[in-house]
C-alpha cells in the first residue's frame, strides 16, 4: 500500500474515533461524521474501536438521534431523498418565490425573502415578552431580594433582546429606513446609580 494510502486511512480512523467520542458523550455530530456513524456496525465498533456492547449500542443510539435533530434542523438530508423533499412549489428558502408577491423586507442573511412570516410569529412571541416583563415589573419591589438564578435569566434575557435589536436597527439603518426611537414604558421608574438600564 502507497504512504498516501496509508496515511488517509489512518486519518479516516482517527476521524471516526472522535465522531465515536462525540457520541459516547452525548456532542453534537457533524453532517460527516453523523454518515461515518451510521454506516458503521455495532460489531465494527466493537472490533476496531475498544468498544463494548453498551459502548456501540450508545453511539449507535446517538446517532439517530442527531439524525433526527439535524434533520428538524435540515442540516442533514441524505442525497436519495433530496427529490421529495423540496417540491417546485411551494417555493421556499432553497427555491425563490416571486419578488413581487412579497411585502416584507429583507432582514436575514441572505439574499430571498421567504415567505414565511417570521415578522409575524417573532412579532406574537415579542408581545408574550413584553406582557411577561410588565407582569413581573408589577410584582416586584424594589426592597426585594431574589434568588440568584433569577438575576441571571433576567439579565440574559436582556442582553439577549439587546443584541437582536440592536441588529436589526442597524440593518434598517443600512437600508436607509428610519427606526423608532427610545420608549418610555415604565414612566418614573429612574435606573439607579451603576445600573446600565
Not at 89 to 111: F, I
Not at 123 to 150: F, G, M, S, T
Not at 170 to 180: A, I, S, V
Request: with cysteine; glycine share 4%; proline share 5%.
Amino acid at each position: 500500500m502507497r504512504k498516501n494510502s496509508r496515511k488517509l486511512l489512518r486519518e479516516a480512523k482517527q476521524d471516526l474515533d472522535l465522531a465515536v467520542v462525540k457520541a459516547l458523550c452525548s456532542a453534537p455530530l457533524r453532517p460527516v461524521e453523523l454518515d461515518e456513524l451510521l454506516a458503521v456496525s455495532e460489531s465494527d465498533l466493537m472490533r476496531d474501536h475498544d468498544c463494548d456492547l453498551y459502548m456501540a449500542e450508545k453511539v449507535k443510539q446517538h446517532a439517530k438521534r442527531e439524525q433526527y435533530r439535524l434533520r428538524a434542523q435540515d442540516l442533514y438530508t441524505p442525497a436519495e431523498d433530496t427529490e421529495e423533499l423540496y417540491p417546485q412549489k411551494p417555493y421556499t428558502r432553497t427555491s425563490p418565490m416571486n419578488e413581487n408577491a412579497g411585502v416584507g423586507r429583507m432582514l436575514d442573511y441572505g439574499h430571498v425573502v421567504s415567505d414565511s412570516r417570521e415578522g409575524k410569529m417573532a412579532k406574537k412571541a415579542l408581545r408574550n415578552i413584553a406582557v411577561d416583563a410588565y407582569r413581573l415589573h408589577q410584582l416586584l419591589n424594589d426592597e426585594d431580594d431574589l434568588p440568584q438564578w433569577c438575576h441571571y435569566k433576567i439579565a440574559q434575557s436582556d442582553a439577549m433582546m439587546n443584541s437582536v435589536r440592536e441588529y436589526l436597527e442597524y440593518k434598517l439603518e443600512r437600508q436607509g429606513e428610519d427606526t423608532p426611537g427610545e420608549l418610555e414604558i415604565f414612566v418614573g421608574d429612574e435606573p439607579e446609580e451603576g445600573y446600565n438600564a
